[in-house]
């Protein structure tokens, strides 16, 4: 009779057990990946650009009140808060990816710019020493908080990195320079990105490039290689120009194609290709062309049918990759329907403002000023970002970027999808 007694006791004690112990080993599970690499424009750069090297008319975001959701302090991203990336990067167990621009010659993390700072001259990427620079991105205990807390191990060498940069451009600066498209203020491309990639490679045993069981297999196999959207500078740079758009996009399309056939063949065996968002949609597209150029989600419609072009050639060229390295996964993140689909239900995401930039100036329908960017002493930001769409008139919200990377990871927003991925890397790694 005692033990009968004592068993609903025993049997509460063995649930409670069984329901902690799978969280538990979640804890302890290693990551599915070592370490994460990005490419990308000012929507993927986590710091590699400042206030004074940045894109053209986003001159203050190393000011405040970039930063002031998340870090409560501008760390040099394009947003308030976090970015996609970063996102990523803490659903997999993994810190915050620091900027080249933030690494020593070792690869550690050193202080903001210590690696590089950006010159003026045409398609210069010289590496000098910038230890001075503002708006460090390296995320602490009191901002960042869970996984994303930096220690000495985050920031060693196998860390991530990201070699994403705002203004940055698929085709070369130099095009635009000879087609007098260019404002000289980010003279970085796709192709800049790879050299700085490569160069960072070496120090990982890639001199001779990937072969079974060599040091540089071992380190690239355990990476995540995420490229971010890239093109739609050019295509600005190029639309009141006299090169026909469609030029601009073959040759974006050709550069990107080359640019991931290299990680292809020498690096990556696990790849995200993020395509161009409806860039119609953003404030500064708004406020550019006329009213009557509008499709159905009420944006500009010239604009989303260029990014729509460029997105359905951008998804060829990956399904000829898949046929020509079928044991390497690359997924297609649809940044153009994922941004669609907020535009459509905004209000069932908490989002009032589709249009309005939540930092600006000039009030309106788009609070947004040309020459009066968010940073600047004449703008504000309102005081709910999460209520927006639009944060500064070209770039998002955290709170987009959340619902976003949700899109990619949880919501098959990627083809395939990433637990698709995520099944692959678990039977190779086993």
Same mark, same amino acid.
């Given at each position: 009779?005692?033990?009968?007694?004592?068993?609903?006791?025993?049997?509460?004690?063995?649930?409670?057990?069984?329901?902690?112990?799978?969280?538990?080993?979640?804890?302890?599970?290693?990551?599915?990946?070592?370490?994460?690499?990005?490419?990308?424009?000012?929507?993927?750069?986590?710091?590699?650009?400042?206030?004074?090297?940045?894109?053209?008319?986003?001159?203050?975001?190393?000011?405040?009140?970039?930063?002031?959701?998340?870090?409560?302090?501008?760390?040099?991203?394009?947003?308030?808060?976090?970015?996609?990336?970063?996102?990523?990067?803490?659903?997999?167990?993994?810190?915050?990816?620091?900027?080249?621009?933030?690494?020593?010659?070792?690869?550690?993390?050193?202080?903001?710019?210590?690696?590089?700072?950006?010159?003026? =001259?045409?398609?210069? !990427? /010289?590496?000098?020493?910038?230890? @001075? *620079? #503002?708006?460090?991105? +390296?995320?602490?205990? &009191? $901002?960042?908080?869970? =996984?994303?807390?930096? !220690? /000495?191990?985050?920031?060693?060498? @196998? *860390? #991530?990195?990201?070699? +994403?940069?705002?203004? &940055? $451009?698929?085709?070369?600066?130099?095009?635009?320079? /000879?087609?007098?498209?260019?404002?000289?203020?980010?003279?970085?491309?796709?192709?800049?990105?790879?050299?700085?990639?490569?160069?960072?490679?070496?120090? /990982?045993?890639?001199?001779?490039?990937?072969?079974?069981?060599?040091?540089?297999?071992?380190?690239?196999?355990?990476?995540?290689?995420?490229?971010?959207?890239?093109?739609?500078?050019?295509?600005?740079?190029?639309?009141?120009?006299?090169?026909?758009?469609?030029?601009?996009?073959?040759?974006?399309?050709?550069?990107?194609?080359?640019?991931?056939?290299?990680?292809?063949?020498?690096?990556?065996?696990?790849?995200?290709?993020?395509?161009?968002?409806?860039?119609?949609?953003?404030?500064?597209?708004?406020?550019?062309?006329?009213?009557?150029?509008?499709?159905?989600?009420?944006?500009?419609?010239?604009?989303?049918?260029?990014?729509?072009?460029?997105?359905?050639?951008?998804?060829?060229?990956?399904?000829?990759?898949?046929?020509?390295?079928?044991?390497?996964?690359?997924?297609?993140?649809?940044?153009?329907?994922?941004?669609?689909?907020?535009?459509?239900?905004?209000?069932?995401?908490?989002?009032?403002?589709?249009?309005?930039?939540?930092?600006?100036?000039?009030?309106?329908?788009?609070?947004?000023?040309?020459?009066?960017?968010?940073?600047?002493?004449?703008?504000?930001?309102?005081?709910?970002?999460?209520?927006?769409?639009?944060?500064?008139?070209?770039?998002?919200?955290?709170?987009?970027?959340?619902?976003?990377?949700?899109?990619?990871?949880?919501?098959?927003?990627?083809?395939?999808?990433?637990?698709?991925?995520?099944?692959?890397?678990?039977?190779?790694?086993?």
């Amino acid at each position: 009779m005692a033990t009968s007694s004592h068993s609903p006791l025993i049997t509460a004690v063995v649930v409670l057990v069984t329901l902690i112990t799978p969280s538990t080993a979640t804890a302890t599970t290693p990551p599915p990946f070592t370490r994460i690499f990005a490419f990308g424009d000012s929507f993927t750069d986590t710091g590699n650009t400042r206030s004074a090297t940045g894109p053209s008319g986003f001159n203050y975001v190393s000011n405040p009140p970039y930063g002031m959701t998340f870090f409560h302090h501008p760390t040099n991203r394009y947003s308030d808060g976090r970015l996609v990336i970063d996102f990523v990067a803490s659903s997999l167990s993994l810190p915050f990816l620091p900027p080249y621009g933030h690494l020593n010659r070792s690869g550690e993390v050193a202080s903001a710019g210590a690696r590089w700072k950006s010159k003026s =001259a045409p398609g210069s !990427s /010289k590496l000098t020493n910038n230890a @001075g *620079a #503002s708006g460090t991105n +390296a995320p602490t205990p &009191s $901002t960042s908080g869970g =996984a994303n807390r930096t !220690s /000495k191990t985050d920031s060693s060498v @196998g *860390a #991530s990195v990201n070699f +994403a940069v705002g203004g &940055s $451009t698929a085709i070369e600066h130099r095009f635009f320079v /000879k087609k007098n498209l260019s404002y000289d203020v980010t003279p970085e491309s796709l192709g800049t990105q790879l050299r700085w990639f490569e160069e960072y490679a070496k120090g /990982k045993g890639c001199e001779k490039g990937w072969k079974q069981g060599s040091e540089c297999m071992k380190f690239f196999e355990n990476s995540l290689f995420w490229v971010g959207e890239i093109g739609a500078n050019d295509y600005a740079y190029a639309a009141f120009g006299s090169v026909p758009l469609s030029v601009v996009q073959r040759l974006a399309i050709k550069r990107i194609t080359s640019f991931l056939e290299v990680l292809l063949q020498k690096y990556a065996k696990y790849v995200v290709v993020q395509g161009l968002p409806p860039a119609g949609c953003l404030t500064l597209s708004m406020f550019l062309a006329p009213s009557v150029d509008r499709d159905n989600l009420g944006c500009v419609n010239s604009t989303n049918q260029l990014s729509q072009s460029h997105n359905a050639l951008l998804q060829d060229k990956l399904q000829s990759f898949r046929k020509q390295y079928p044991h390497t996964v690359i997924l297609y993140a649809d940044y153009w329907s994922s941004y669609a689909s907020i535009i459509k239900n905004a209000r069932e995401h908490g989002f009032m403002e589709p249009f309005k930039a939540c930092c600006g100036s000039g009030g309106g329908d788009y609070n947004f000023a040309p020459f009066e960017a968010c940073g600047s002493p004449s703008a504000s930001a309102c005081k709910d970002p999460s209520k927006y769409i639009n944060w500064d008139g070209v770039h998002l919200t955290e709170a987009v970027y959340k619902v976003v990377a949700d899109s990619f990871l949880h919501r098959n927003y990627t083809h395939p999808s990433f637990d698709y991925l995520l099944m692959r890397r678990k039977r190779r790694h086993v």
